[in-house]
């Protein structure tokens, strides 16, 4: 199954780790995925491969894929390269700047122009705040927002009662597209028996923040 070689690859790599950390959310996880950790050429490649598979699969139309500034630049890259290798799919890609610029070329956007059914390519999604401020952005420049593809999606509670991923699909209109979520972690650790020592910390956080 696709999420579980993703998972195996994530841990392989360190990008998947088990420990106490303090997420963006305030919450104290017992799991971080730091994406910034696929930090060689072939991380790349199979991370471009495993996105645009999850992307390809999902089948959502669209124009363009964003990167935010800065980790989603990178995957953005990565993933229209996939795309294109892969696939067959050739589609433009840009990503902003966080920095406002007053000399050359101008503009806060790098590379295609905005525009047209805008797909956003990013790491994670906890709560959802990351993915609203990518929506605002892109709206801001006359483009329309239509899904999001992330690695990992945490499975949790968003600002309110409904998961993160509902809240952006209801309340974005975003289709979500994600290669492995929380409960496929748990599953390979049940069926592997690996980490059983980190298996309850992670039942018992997604009893508190799941859904
Ligand atoms: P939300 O904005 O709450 O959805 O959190 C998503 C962001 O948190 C990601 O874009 C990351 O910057 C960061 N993050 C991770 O990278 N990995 C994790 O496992 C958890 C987080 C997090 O802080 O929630």
């Known amino acids: 199954m696709t999420a579980h070689a993703f998972l195996e690859y994530a841990l392989q790599r360190d990008v998947l ?6 997420l963006k959310s305030g919450r104290t996880s017992p799991y971080f995925f730091n994406a910034g950790l696929f930090n060689r050429g072939s991380d790349l490649a199979r991370l471009g491969e495993f996105y645009a598979r999850a992307i390809v699969d999902s089948g959502i139309e669209f124009d363009l894929v ?19 290798r892969d696939h067959g799919m050739d589609r433009p890609w840009a990503f902003n700047r966080k920095e406002a610029k007053d000399h050359g070329e101008g503009g806060n956007i790098v590379g295609a122009p905005l525009q047209g059914r805008v797909l956003i390519v990013d790491d994670v999604i906890t709560a959802g705040t990351a993915i ?13 927002p239509v ?42 650790l049940e069926d592997t028996g690996r980490a059983p020592e980190h298996l309850e910390a992670l039942r018992a956080y997604r009893a508190e923040y799941g859904v």
């Open 147 to 188: 899904g999001v593809a992330i690695a990992l999606d945490r499975e949790e509670r968003g600002r309110g009662e409904r998961s993160a991923i509902q809240e952006v699909e209801a309340d974005l209109g975003l289709q979500v597209i994600r290669v492995a979520g929380l409960t496929d972690l748990v599953t390979m």
């Open 66 to 84: 964003f990167g935010p500034a800065y980790k989603g630049i990178p995957l953005a890259a990565a993933v229209t390269e996939a795309l294109f």
């Open 132 to 144: 609203r401020e990518s929506v605002d952005l892109i709206r801001a420049a006359g483009a329309t």
């Open 17 to 22: 780790r088990f420990g106490e950390f303090t």
